[in-house]
Nanobody
Framework: VQLQASGGGLVQAGGSLRLSCAASGRNLIQYMVSWFRQAPGKQREFVAGITWSGQATRYVDSVKGRFTVSRDKFKNTVDLQMNSLKPEDTALYYC????????????WGQGTLVTVSS
């Protein structure tokens, strides 16, 4: 599985950004694709994830109600719509994939930087 993230940028607090993770490979239906982020000086954390079928989603509590993860079956992308952005959302965002019953994410894309100014 190959992943390529895009869509980061600079936005003011309260604004919106949409990240996109382009995925390619065989049997994607067997995978979950998720977004992680790592802020300066902090550990990487899970943000949101979706099964390739689109039937199940998960979010970290801090983004619930503000972020929406979705899959575009025509573009083969997993998108993260981020609204009501806060300065604490500033981080390098990565997309990653794992087989549904695996414990670890084995496939990672490059990061895309999101900076939220106050």
């Amino acid at each position: 599985v190959q992943l390529q993230a895009s869509g980061g940028g600079l936005v003011q607090a309260g604004g919106s950004l949409r990240l996109s993770c382009a995925a390619s490979g065989r049997n994607l239906i067997q995978y979950m694709v998720s977004w992680f982020r790592q802020a300066p000086g902090k550990q990487r954390e899970f943000v949101a994830g979706i099964t390739w079928s689109g039937q199940a989603t998960r979010y970290v509590d801090s983004v619930k109600g503000r972020f929406t993860v979705s899959r575009d079956k025509f573009k083969n992308t997993v998108d993260l719509q981020m609204n009501s952005l806060k300065p604490e959302d500033t981080a390098l965002y990565y997309c990653a994939a794992k087989v549904l019953d695996a414990s670890n994410f084995g496939y990672w894309g490059q990061g895309t930087l999101v900076t939220v100014s106050s």
